[in-house]
């Protein structure tokens, strides 16, 4: 696995090395040892499935509060999703900054690797997308939060396009530090 270090801090894109022959290929896709040698959390306590129909289908910023934090490992299965993170880590030197990253079934051998504290969404790029999560944390509605996808204060650049968005995901408040 190859680790390269986004620029906000603590985000990794992940690219696994697969090793092929007349078969076909086989790749791991996560280490424990290489997720905690880097300091990363190692832990995996839910695995979620997103299946989106239509192309523009926009799902976030979701985050979930402390002491339910969670980590993140995301790859698209089928399909293409633009994907943003957020840190919304008061501490950190990238505080308030965003990224994109495209994920594909096209490149299937990258993975994104967000840490507690960060907001995460994402808009299918094509019909019949598939997004597989692996979780830090089970999901616990009390702790659940959001960020605006159109926040002013963090202006992402979305694709263009038709949007289908939750009323829950349309309807959280501008963002403001604690």
């Known amino acids: 696995m190859i680790f390269n270090e986004t620029k906000l801090r603590g985000a990794y894109i ?4 697969p090793f092929e022959d007349h078969r076909g290929s086989f790749a791991r896709t996560f280490c424990r040892e290489e997720f905690e040698t880097r300091g990363l959390n190692s832990t995996i306590a839910q695995c979620n499935l997103s299946q989106n129909r239509k192309k523009g289908t926009l799902r976030g910023m979701h985050y979930q509060i402390a002491p339910h934090a969670e980590a993140k490992l995301v790859t698209c299965l089928t399909g293409s999703i633009y994907d943003v993170i ?5 501490d950190s030197s990238t505080c308030c900054r965003w990224i994109s990253v495209e994920l594909s079934a096209r490149h299937p051998r990258n993975l994104l690797y967000i840490p507690e504290g960060f907001a995460h969404g994402f808009q299918t790029l094509e019909d019949d997308t598939e997004v597989f999560y692996q979780m830090s944390q089970a999901y616990v509605p009390e702790a659940a939060r959001g960020v605006r996808w159109n926040d002013p204060g963090f202006a992402i650049h979305w694709p263009d396009g038709p949007r289908t968005i939750s009323v829950r995901d349309q309807n959280y408040p501008d963002f403001r530090l604690a």
Not at 14 to 17: D, V
Not at 86 to 90: K, N, Q, S, W, Y
């Open 86 to 90: 957020i840190d919304l880590r008061p």
């Open 14 to 17: 992940i690219q696994i090395e």
